[in-house]
Each structure stands twice: as structure tokens, then as C-alpha cells.
């Protein structure tokens, strides 16, 4: 159990800084500006690179995963196939076209689920994941009750080193486990809403505001029976952002999902104000259509605006709180780091509770045996 | 079954000693939960396949040509709304996607009006095989094609169904 506990805690700290780690690897997924005020290119120009690159695609969504990092622009390749285009985000040009997993989404499903797969709504890497919540939480309590006054611990930090083994792992064991308390409940808490989430998705239990879709008589009709033209002026996409930008002050859009059909919206969304809250938390759902064209319920080209937590139900506010705290994504890089160290600190906690585990349950040297085991 | 009967009380003791059995063999768990991500990590790190078309129905409606496919062999499953859903594909002729409004996937008794435009499942996502997860009632037996052109023209196509709600000839 210590090593699948250690596993999770590893791949864990990788996955909280995997954004990180690829930035320093790879250069194509740098969002590198050619100037210090460099504006951002308008989203239409990355989707036109982006579908240039790839010929024969078309756009499924949009997703920047932090300020540093390129535009990753989605794209249904011929034949159906998800291929993914990194997009310089100040000067729209396409740094990378790859057909397989993104290294961040590898750490994260390796962390996630195992790499299990996933079929009809659930797999069960999530369970197996989802569930160490439990043990990491019973482990919280009992070791504040085995702990005596472990409070002591706090004031009076002791790590004896010249003292043989078995007192020198109990000793690291009580201090790591001390000061990353706090870091085994937010994980375990956190861990448990997931096993919560796995529940809801496997009995297909909506629990999140729906994608609007649009009236019928929203999208006009042509007389030449094809697809109207795209407005020259300001393509869509940005029409979109713009409109969703102006009623959100500090939104940083994060991920932009085409509509998937003709009366489905533009859905648009990003961090705001709250970081601790996820990245799906500020935005809207937007008429690509523009209101001119909406029928008479209607209310403009912003459909449903959710301008922060305010607009969560309860379950959706746990549902984008989780993520940022799990992960430690909620300030920047030093918070990442933070939470990878944590993550380290706790699969070495692992390994050192088993080691106090094998100390205290081997068999007992005899007379005449060579003294203690370690 | 009578609470106290003796398969009840077998039943009982089983889950009883599920606890004490997992936990007897937690090493074997550890391993397998981990050696099986070293298993599944190869198949994480080549190219995202296209999804393959499946042997489905061919045929026309109105101006326009199509082949469907149910996307697995598994009857319909629980899905959001309290009737079961089962996801179809479909691929339109060269050249129809440009002038196809929307197009649906209903299961109805009778043929789908134009009251029936914002009924079933619009198909989405891929433009070259786009998806919908269609309600299918248990006594469903025919999927219905709706398509819209942009001029506003419709046509539907009859499919029928067998048992497992997969689509066959009509």
C-alpha cells in the first residue's frame, strides 16, 4: 500500500509542475513575446495558422494552460483524428503540430487515472485514484492521535541523525508528517470530491450548468443554401472574446470551444479575479450568430455569463475549487513548486512509515543474534 | 428473498469477508495498480487514431447522401435523462456538410415533423464524422434522420433498429 501511496505522491508533484517542467524542454510550447508590450494576436489568426498547418481540419477548441505557455488550438484532423497545433500566442505562428498526447496531459492521466481507459462515463484508474482519499485522510487522524501532543512538535522540531536508523526514520516520519499536515487533508479533502465526481459521472448525474443552444431562428437561412459567409470584419471568435471580455474585467481566457453544430454557442471561459478558483470559472456562452440575428428570446450575443463564483450552485463552487487546490494552481509557479515539494515530502513520508512499520513488526533478535536490525 | 434464508446469510458473510480478503491481498492490488499504467503507458505515446468508421446504413436523404453507424456494439446505456442513450455517427456525402444547416437524430414512433426541430440529438463535434448521443426509448425501433439546408429545406431518412438499437437496412 506505502509504494502505491508513494506512486500517487510522485507522480502527483510531477504533475503539478508538468506545465513547468515541459517549458523548460521544449521550446516550441513557449508562449515567447517579441517585445516587452507585445499585444496578444486575435484568436481567429491562431485558429487560421493553426487549420493551415493541419489541411483538411477544423477547429474544436482553444486552451492556453498558463500566460508562459503557447496557444494549444485542437483541431479534428481528416478522418476524425485530434491533432494539436501550438500557436504563438503574440505572433500566431504554429511552433509544433503533434498527433500524440501533450507530455502535461500524459503526467496528468498517469496521476489522474493510470493511464486507465475510460468507457461510458468512468474508469476505474479514477476509483483507484480517487479513493486513496480515505486512507490519506484516516492517516491524518490517527497520526494526530499516535502523536501525542504533536503540537510540541511544532515549537520544538527534532531530527535525530547519530542515533541509528529505526530513530532517525520515526523522527523524519513525525516531521514530515507534522508540517505537511495540512497538505494531506486539502489532498485527501480534495481526493474525496473526486471520488464523489468519479460517482457522478459513472450514473451520468448532471451536476453542471448545461451549454445553452441556440433558438432555431437565431442562425439565418440563405437563399443560396450554403453556409453564410463569416462577418470580414471581426471574425467571430474575437467578436466572441470581446463580448464575453467587456462584462468580465480580468478575465484571462484560458479556453475557447467552438460550437460543435450550427445553434450551438461559442463557449469561452478563463481565470478571473479569484485564482483559487479554476479556470472554467469566468466566461460565458456566446452567439456566434451576434444578436442581430437572435430571435426574440434572445437577450444579445452573450447567452449565459458567469462572472464568478457568485454564479455557482454549491456543487459546481466544490467542483472549481478542487482542481486548484489539488494541484497548487491557484499562485503560479511558487505555488506549484510548494506543492511538488509537498508531494515529495510526503512519498518519502511513505517510505519512511514503512520502514517503522518493518522495525516495529520484525522478529525480535535473539541472544544470540547481532543486536538491532535496521 | 427472506432475509434470514440461507443464500441471504451466504451473501452476507461474502461481503463480510470482501473487506478482510482486499486487504489480505493488498500487495497483489499494489502490483497491479501499478505495473498496469507501465502496460498502458505505450499506447499513450503514439498518434491519436482516427475512429474508424463501422459497418453501418447507407442512404439518402433528400439532396443528401449518408452512411450511420452505432459508435459500439452496446445496447443503449443510462445516459442524463431518464431514458437510455446510445451515440450513432454519421458521415454525409462530399460536399453535403457545406450546405447543411443542422441535422438530428431522433427515435420516434412516427416520422418528425418540423415541430419536431429541436427534438433528439443534434449531431456534433467532428465535421467529418460528427456524433450524437440519442435518447432511445426501450420500445424504440426507428431512428429518424432529420436534415436541414441552409435555405431551409428539410428531409428525414427512416432507420430501423434491432434489439440492441443498432442500425440495420431498411
Known sequence: ?374 | MAPHSAPFRTAMAGVARLPKWLWRNRCHWTAIVLIVPALLLPYHLVPLGAVPDQPGVSGAVGPWTFTLWAVDTEPPHPGEHDIPEKEYAVRFGPGDAATIRQARLLVKATPPTDADAGAGAPLHGSPHAPEAHVPVPPDGRTLWLWVEGWSGVTATAAIPLTEGARPVLP
Open chain 1, 1 to 374: 500500500m506505502w509504494i502505491y501511496i508513494a506512486f500517487l505522491s510522485l507522480s502527483g508533484s510531477l504533475a503539478a509542475v508538468s506545465n513547468e517542467v515541459i517549458w523548460l524542454l521544449d521550446p516550441a510550447v513557449r508562449a515567447t513575446a517579441p517585445g516587452s508590450d507585445a499585444p496578444l494576436a486575435p484568436y481567429s489568426d491562431m485558429a487560421a495558422a493553426a487549420t493551415a498547418a493541419v489541411p483538411g481540419s477544423a477547429v474544436a477548441y482553444l486552451r492556453q494552460r498558463t500566460d508562459a505557455m503557447a496557444v494549444e488550438v485542437i483541431l479534428w484532423g481528416q478522418g476524425g483524428a485530434l491533432v494539436t497545433a501550438l500557436v504563438n500566442p503574440y505572433t500566431a505562428t504554429v511552433q509544433k503540430v503533434s498527433d500524440t498526447m501533450l507530455f502535461q496531459d500524459v503526467v496528468r492521466s498517469l496521476h489522474g487515472w493510470l493511464l486507465m481507459p475510460w468507457q461510458d462515463g468512468y474508469s476505474l484508474g479514477y476509483y483507484a485514484v480517487a479513493v486513496t482519499g480515505l486512507p490519506l485522510l484516516v492517516a491524518v487522524g490517527t497520526g494526530l492521535v499516535v502523536y501525542r501532543r504533536f503540537w510540541q512538535g511544532f515549537l520544538s522540531p527534532r531530527l535525530r541523525i547519530d542515533l541509528g536508523a529505526r530513530i532517525f526514520w520515526g523522527d523524519l516520519h513525525r516531521l514530515i508528517g507534522l508540517w505537511s499536515l495540512w497538505f494531506l487533508l486539502l489532498t485527501g479533502l480534495t481526493a474525496l470530491w473526486f471520488l464523489v465526481q468519479a460517482i457522478l459521472w459513472h450514473t451520468h448525474t448532471p451536476y453542471l450548468t448545461p451549454e445553452p443552444e441556440l433558438p432555431r431562428q437565431a442562425v439565418p437561412y440563405t437563399t443560396t443554401g450554403t453556409r453564410p459567409a463569416p462577418d470580414a470584419t471581426q471574425p467571430a471568435v474575437d467578436r466572441a472574446v470581446a463580448a464575453v471580455q467587456a462584462q468580465i474585467p480580468g478575465l484571462s481566457i484560458r479556453w475557447i470551444g467552438w460550437p460543435e453544430h450550427t445553434l450551438a454557442p461559442f463557449a469561452i471561459a478563463g481565470t478571473g479575479p479569484n485564482p483559487l478558483f479554476n479556470d472554467r470559472t469566468y466566461g460565458g456562452y456566446v452567439n456566434p450568430w451576434g444578436s442581430e440575428n437572435s430571435g426574440p428570446d434572445d437577450s444579445g450575443p452573450v447567452l449565459v455569463l458567469r462572472s464568478g463564483p457568485a454564479d455557482l450552485t454549491a456543487v459546481e463552487w466544490v467542483d472549481h475549487l478542487a482542481d486548484p487546490l489539488h494541484y497548487g494552481s491557484f499562485g503560479g509557479v511558487a505555488t506549484k513548486i510548494l506543492w511538488a515539494l509537498l508531494g515529495l515530502a510526503v512519498t518519502v513520508l511513505s517510505f519512511s512509515g514503512m520502514l517503522m512499520w518493518r522495525h516495529r513488526t520484525a522478529p525480535k533478535p535473539t541472544p544470540s543474534g547481532t543486536g538491532e536490525t535496521s
